[in-house]
């Protein structure tokens, strides 16, 4: 996975879902993409909970679960283009430099603020990784997998079509289906997804291979809930929800075998929280 998300200008990051990043010289805080809890000098955070999953028609039931609350979820009403959708998480990257073993980075706050139509430059304040309301270069216009607001209003409403969408769109990958799955998560991270889209692309990841369900995983935010999850490259990706209302919490990365840049098998490799998710009228403004 190495296609490249927008952040701060002149300091490029990775797409989150992005396994772990391989990160060289003095961009290695800010071009990390994996999440974790933090970890105690010389011990690795491990999953408290064993690897128990449930087969692909458990994973279609809970995703079509998963669609019908998307589908009912209220939008905020009347959304302007020159409004912000903010979004605060709680994350912590793995990174790795030069040769040197990959490492966790505890866990920290995110708040970003990205223009509802993709033309206005938004904001992201990490202090963690330095970033005091640095600014976020506009989307470039015409990338398929743009994140605004207004371009997620243009994606298919039907799960056939998001399906090919999946398809024509996802990239980057070992798999078209791991390029999906990432791709899944990618749009529903920081961003607002529409209820009709946003139903329309559960369904179409029910279509995904090799997904299955997690019954117990915890986001970075200590939250227990209910995962949707495919393995790929050694590790297992989970997309989290809340066992009741099926909203999305954010994610965990397990290794489900020990991995060549350091991690051993049941360490856990990333972990993110979605904490809030809403529209505001200018950049840097809390709700």
């Known amino acids: 996975m190495t296609e490249i998300r927008q952040e701060p200008s002149e300091a490029p990051v990775r797409r989150r879902f992005l396994r772990t990043a391989l990160v060289v010289g003095a961009v290695a805080a800010v071009t990390a993409v994996t999440v974790t809890l933090t970890v105690p ?19 279609a039931r809970l995703l079509e679960d998963i669609a019908l609350a998307a589908e009912h ?7 302007r283009d020159d409004q912000f959708v903010y979004i605060k998480s709680k994350v912590g990257w793995t990174t790795q430099t030069n040769d040197e ?6 866990i920290h706050e995110r708040e970003v603020w990205k223009s509802v139509d993709g033309r206005r430059k938004g904001l ?3 202090p963690y990784q330095g970033f005091d309301d640095e600014p976020l270069d506009a989307e470039l216009a015409g990338i398929p997998s743009n994140t605004n607001y207004r371009h997620l209003q243009t994606l ?10 999946l398809n024509r769109v ?15 998560g990618d749009l529903v991270r920081e961003s607002l997804m529409p ?11 029910a279509r995904i291979s090799g997904v299955f369900v997690i019954d117990d995983a915890v986001d970075a935010a200590g939250r227990h809930g209910v995962a949707v999850a495919r393995v790929d490259r050694g590790q297992r990706f989970e997309l989290i929800f809340d066992k009741k209302t099926k909203e999305f919490l954010g994610e965990r990365e397990v290794a489900v075998e020990d991995l060549p840049w350091g991690f051993k098998k049941g360490d856990i490799t990333g972990r993110a929280a979605i904490l809030e998710r809403t529209v505001v009228d200018k950049a840097g403004q809390r709700p």
Do not use: C, H
């Open 170 to 184: 996802s990239e980057g990958s070992n798999s078209k289906d791991e390029a999906n799955f990432v791709l899944v």
């Open 195 to 205: 209820p009709p889209q946003a139903a329309a692309l559960y369904r179409a990841a």
């Open 41 to 59: 000098s010389g011990q690795a955070e491990r999953a408290a909970t064993p690897d128990k999953r449930a087969g692909t028609n458990d994973a």
């Open 101 to 106: 073993p990959a490492k966790l980075q505890p």
């Open 124 to 126: 992201l304040d990490e």
């Open 73 to 79: 979820a209220k939008a905020p009403a009347d959304i």
């Open 156 to 165: 298919p409403t039907d799960p056939e079509k998001m399906y090919a969408w």
